[in-house]
């Protein structure tokens, strides 16, 4: 079964956590902390694998879940690794992120792999947060947990040659005419319901892979019949042959039928519209109307078309349209090639610094006593942290504070007892400026009472 568009959800491993534990050894007194790091959880990995050509085995299975890291021990012994979860995808595989519509990976090349869901860093042994102040802390950190996505994995062949042409026009024909692929064939419409690739050999090194789509019918761009996923396999070519039926055998009138195709790929993509493309005028062997196919032919040139008649059943005409297919595609790519390395020559790669990241962060008004704070190292900062600990809880306190986020929430107008939300967890604000303010209200009031003539 040919399966070209699946949707899965992935859940990246949980980091181990990290260990509060005190040395614990004969004639020493008072041990220090030697509580380990805890191990980083499994990522989710998508892998090209040459040999695939479908994404059917995620049919079955729409979950995956990697494994979570290994929690810290005593002595600052570390927790293992999870291993990471490799899944393997056909080439051409698109992925995209459902909730934001974000492209997360296209992995178009034999080499292609993509890292789609990140495991979590495992947590801080309370070894590592020992201060001359507190030489004994009672905490640890939590492991971070690992990123839960749901994406929509699409297939888009990778071809250089794309057929067009209504249903039962003789593209399957062809492929099996000038490559070792052995398409279904019958003489009907809708015979091919799955794209097949063909590998054409021109000569010695000088070949290219022809994909014979399924039959487009009009409407197709808006999704009529199976047409948005008809189309997404003609949209990585290079080149287009557009096949006609000439013969006359069917109420089909050639040139509207070149006209309607053409319109659906303008609706569909305009990039595929000004791909180069090449007409065949196919089962000549069977035409009887000579004249009617010379008016056709002449009409198609004007239009800047290069036309060629073929008879893929009797393998007429193959060989001079094969090596102009191969002339012209060696042709796009030497141009393509000179517009990737003029554009990486052009473009200044910058690296944004991970820490500058992780720093931003943003708060914000939700609605009346009810606020949120965003930013992906303070989110990780209270994931991390044992909400059961009041030791950890302290500690969380203060490095909200030292930031600014409790100042920045005041500003914007939170007041005590009003709801904080990071991450998934609510906090309770606590504005302690209101314990000096009741105070220097209580000594106010009190001098007043003392000097009433005031």
């Known amino acids: ?260 195709l053409n319109r659906e790929l303008a609706l569909y993509d305009e990039r595929l519209a000004k791909l180069p493309q090449i007409v065949a005028l196919n089962k000549t062997d069977v035409a009887p109307d000579i004249e009617a196919i010379d008016v056709l032919e002449a009409e198609l040139k004007s239009r800047g078309c290069t036309v060629f008649r073929i008879s893929a059943a009797t393998h007429t005409g193959l060989r001079p349209l094969i090596y102009f297919v191969m002339d012209e595609l060696e042709k796009v790519r030497a141009q393509a090639k000179l517009a990737e390395e003029k554009l990486e020559a052009e473009t200044v790669h910058i690296v944004a610094s991970i820490k500058e990241d992780e720093r931003h962060w943003e708060a914000r008004e939700v609605e009346p006593t009810l606020f949120e704070v965003v930013g992906k190292g303070i989110e990780r900062m209270v994931a991390m942290t044992d909400l059961g600990n009041e030791y950890a809880v302290r500690r969380l306190q203060k490095s909200l504070d030292k930031i600014g986020i409790t100042r920045r929430l005041k500003v914007i107008g939170a007041r005590h007892g009003d709801t904080v939300r990071i991450r998934d967890i609510e906090f309770e604000y606590e504005d302690e400026d209101r314990f000096d303010e009741e105070s220097e209200g209580e000594a106010a009031g009190a001098a007043r009472q003392s000097n009433p003539t005031e």
């Open 1 to 260: 079964m040919f399966v070209d568009e699946v949707e899965i959800e992935v859940n990246a491993g949980r980091g181990g956590n990290g260990m509060a534990t005190f040395r614990k050894e004969k004639h020493v007194a008072r041990g220090g902390p030697n509580g380990g790091d805890g191990g980083r959880g499994g990522s989710i990995i998508l892998r090209v694998d040459t040999n695939l050509t479908t994404l059917l085995d995620f049919r079955y299975n729409h979950r995956y879940k990697a494994t979570n890291g290994g929690d810290g021990a005593a002595k600052d012994m570390i927790g293992k690794n999870a291993e990471d979860l490799v899944l393997r995808v056909p080439l051409g595989t698109m992925v995209t992120d459902i909730e934001t519509g974000a492209l997360v990976a296209d992995l178009s090349r034999s080499d292609s792999r993509a890292v789609i869901a990140r495991g979590g860093i495992g947590g801080r042994g309370n070894a590592h947060f020992v201060t001359s102040i507190h030489q004994a802390p009672k905490f640890a950190e939590l492991g971070e947990p690992g990123e839960d996505r749901r994406l929509k994995l699409e297939l888009k062949l990778l071809a250089d040659v794309g057929l067009l042409g209504f249903p039962n026009v003789g593209k399957s024909t062809l492929v099996a005419a000038v490559s070792a692929a052995r398409p279904k064939i019958a003489n009907y419409p809708f015979t091919t319901l799955v794209p097949n690739l063909g590998v054409v050999y021109v000569e010695a090194n000088r070949s290219f892979v022809m994909a014979d789509i399924p039959g487009i019918i009009e409407g197709a761009s808006e999704g009529v019949g199976l047409g948005h996923q008809f189309l997404r396999h003609v949209s990585r070519s290079r080149l287009l042959i557009h096949i006609l039926d000439i013969s006359g055998l069917t109420d089909r009138d050639p040139l509207n039928d070149f006209e309607v």
